[in-house]
Nanobody, 124 residues
Framework: QVQLVESGGGLVQAGGSLRLSCAASGRTFGSYAMGWFRQAPGKEREFVSTISWSGGLISYADSVKGRFTISRDNAKNTAYLQMNSLKPEDTAVYYC?????????????????WGQGTQVTVSS
C-alpha cells in the first residue's frame, strides 16, 4: 500500500502560480506511475497530468498544456505539479494518485491509490 498526502493548494489570482506537492509513504514510490486529477463542484473528476515511474514519460490534458508541469523526485518520495498562468476555470479540488507499475495513465479507474485532495481556487 501507499499513502498519499497533497499540499500546496490555496487561493490565487488569475495569472498567478501554485505548486502542489504529493508526499508518498509506504511501499517504494519509484514503483508507481503518478497522476494528478481535479474535480470541480458538480463535475466529474478529470485528468490533469501523469508521469511514468522513471519520470521519462509525461502527458498533459490539453487544457493545462503549456501552463502546468508535472515532476517527481523518487529520492524524496514526492510528486509535484507546478501550475502557472492559472485561470478561474482551474478552480477545483486537486488529487494525486498512484498507479502500480511503470506505465502512466490518463484514466481515473487505472489508479490504485488516492490522496485526500487539496483545494485550488483561482479568482478573476
Amino acid at each position: 500500500q501507499v499513502q498519499l498526502v497533497e499540499s500546496g493548494g490555496g487561493l490565487v489570482q488569475a495569472g498567478g502560480s501554485l505548486r502542489l506537492s504529493c508526499a508518498a509513504s509506504g511501499r517504494t514510490f519509484g514503483s508507481y506511475a503518478m497522476g494528478w486529477f481535479r474535480q470541480a463542484p458538480g463535475k466529474e473528476r478529470e485528468f490533469v497530468s501523469t508521469i511514468s515511474w522513471s519520470g521519462g514519460l509525461i502527458s498533459y490534458a490539453d487544457s493545462v498544456k503549456g501552463r502546468f508541469t508535472i515532476s517527481r523526485d523518487n529520492a524524496k518520495n514526492t510528486a509535484y505539479l507546478q501550475m502557472n498562468s492559472l485561470k478561474p476555470e482551474d478552480t477545483a479540488v486537486y488529487y494525486c494518485a498512484a498507479r502500480e507499475g511503470p506505465v502512466y495513465s490518463r484514466l481515473v479507474h487505472d489508479y490504485n491509490y488516492w490522496g485526500q485532495g487539496t483545494q485550488v481556487t483561482v479568482s478573476s
